[in-house]
């Protein structure tokens, strides 16, 4: 566990990156659900360069949006490969009883693979240009609604930011633990799975009554600053609505209408 | 909801806890050629204990989201597994929260979030995401959830039972930390 390379975020100072995240949550939710849309050349066709265009914006390196894919890669290849094999209809090029390679097929094959692709490249590049507390601050915000049924969204919130806040803190903890353990002889990562469960479980109980220390302070800490619940209470992070967020919404409702329009 | 009340003392035990499921479920993993064996279960499963089904599923979203956001998720999101997220930390509190944490009620609960959420719902997203892929991706899940699902009902008695862990919060009677 390397120091601190942390969350994902770059910072910059790109169109994108500029963009109220509630504006860039929205956006990528809608477009995980209008590439369901495409299924054909020309609307995935249309998604790609809309996205290319996107990670254009961006000012950050190709690269970061292809390690966004690495992980992935072999099940997305996996996919694609059944698909190929497995989907009949069109020309059949190669048959061997089940299995058989159609022109449907392989369409059927690339249209996985761009729409896996599109997807995380979406993904990313929100998590790429979103600090992870903007996010809480977009969902806090969209979730507002819920309050009229009694769903606490701001306690969900600060929940959220907590966790995000205090993840790299009790990862140190955690490195702290370890290293107790190691001194005492213990090998983390090493041997059969039932010795590397032995290993981790004397990490769990510590790791437990110290995020609980932890809570406790916080909590007291909070209360000491007169923390009352949420409603009402004022912001450090404000979010500002701006023209070139509309302007992504309204991109957005013209990319829906094209895709409408080009699908079979 | 139920009444749990979300003062300053319960928002923070949850906002830790989520960042302990993060930490383990992203960060401390186990992996064999197989399955790879997380232990993010068990701040959910701790939520569940302490808090009742709704906060914990609730705390169950928050986390998977937050995988998103630090780490990326697993790659490519999709709401469906929010919504698992969501259900499998439901069934932790729905089942543990204010009762008595015994080996038959462990059993119970880690079986009916196997076969409800990671057999039943996760599998349908699959089939949405993967199409025919999943034909083969089900499968191995299926061994994969025989091999961890003990594990699941042993982690959790025994995190439920430690007496280290009983010292520092009530798990039996959902109120939070012991004064």
Redesign the interface.
């Known amino acids: 566990?390397d120091k601190l390379i942390?969350?994902?975020y770059i910072p910059g100072t790109s169109w994108i990156h500029r963009l109220d995240p509630r504006a860039k949550l929205l956006a990528t939710?809608f477009f995980?659900i209008i590439i369901f849309l495409a299924n054909n050349w020309q609307t995935y066709l249309l998604l790609l360069l809309f996205t290319l265009l996107a990670v254009k914006l961006t000012d950050i390196k190709f690269s970061f949006f292809i390690n966004?894919?690495k992980?992935?890669i072999w099940?997305i290849l996996?996919?694609v490969v059944?698909?190929v094999?497995?989907?009949s209809g069109g020309e059949t090029y190669f048959q061997w009883g089940p299995i058989m390679v159609t022109s449907q097929g392989l369409l059927n094959g690339v249209f996985?693979f761009c729409r896996?692709v599109l997807?995380?490249f979406m993904?990313?590049l929100l998590?790429l240009t979103t600090m992870?507390l903007s996010?809480?601050d977009a969902?806090e915000y969209l979730l507002r609604p819920l309050t009229k049924l009694?769903?606490?969204v701001y306690?969900?919130a600060?929940?959220?930011?907590?966790?995000?806040?205090?993840?790299p803190?009790?990862?140190d903890e955690?490195e702290k633990i370890m290293n107790a353990q190691r001194a005492r002889g213990v090998d983390f990562g090493e041997g059969n799975?039932f010795q590397?469960?032995k290993a981790?479980?004397p990490?769990?109980?510590p790791?437990?009554?110290s995020?609980?220390?932890?809570?406790?302070e916080?909590?007291t800490a909070?209360?000491a600053r007169g923390?009352q619940?949420g409603e009402g209470r004022t912001k450090y992070r404000q979010l500002h609505w701006q023209t070139s967020d509309t302007i992504v919404m309204l991109t957005f409702a013209v990319l829906t209408g094209a895709l409408i329009f080009l699908r079979n | 909801?139920k009444k749990v009340t979300?003062?300053?003392?319960t928002?923070?035990?949850?906002?830790?806890?989520?960042?302990?499921?993060?930490?383990?479920t992203h960060?401390?993993a186990?992996q064999?050629p197989i399955v790879r064996?997380s232990?993010g279960f068990?701040?959910s499963a701790?939520i569940g204990m302490l808090f009742g089904p709704w906060t914990a599923g609730?705390?169950g979203a928050?986390?998977d989201?937050?995988g998103?956001?630090?780490?990326?998720?697993?790659?490519?999101?999709?709401?469906g597994f929010t919504l698992s997220a969501f259900l499998g930390s439901f069934f932790y509190g729905f089942y543990l929260y204010k009762k008595p944490k015994t080996w038959g009620r462990v059993i119970l609960t880690v079986l009916v979030i196997t076969l409800v959420v990671n057999l039943g719902l996760n599998t349908l997203w699959l089939v949405i995401m993967?199409?025919?892929?999943a034909?083969?991706i089900v499968p191995t899940r299926l061994l994969q959830n025989l091999i961890v699902a003990p594990?699941r009902v042993l982690?959790i008695h025994?995190?439920a039972n430690?007496p280290?862990?009983r010292s520092?919060?009530k798990l039996d009677d959902g109120e939070t930390?012991k004064r």
């Open positions: 566990m942390f969350g994902r939710m995980i966004g894919v992980p992935m099940l996996f996919t059944l698909q094999l497995f989907t996985i896996f997807i995380i993904s990313t998590t992870p996010l809480t969902i009694k769903v606490p306690e969900i600060l929940m959220l930011s907590i966790a995000l806040r205090f993840v803190t009790l990862m955690t799975i590397q469960m981790i479980v990490l769990l109980i790791l437990f009554v995020s609980f220390n932890r809570a406790e916080l909590a909070m209360e923390y619940g | 909801m979300y003062d300053a003392r928002i923070a035990v949850i906002g830790l806890l989520i960042a302990l499921d993060l930490i383990l960060l401390f186990i064999t064996i232990f068990l701040p701790m609730i705390a928050l986390a989201l937050a998103i956001f630090l780490f990326g998720g697993s790659g490519a999101y999709f709401p993967y199409d025919q892929a034909r083969v594990i982690m025994y995190i430690h280290r862990l520092v919060v930390i």
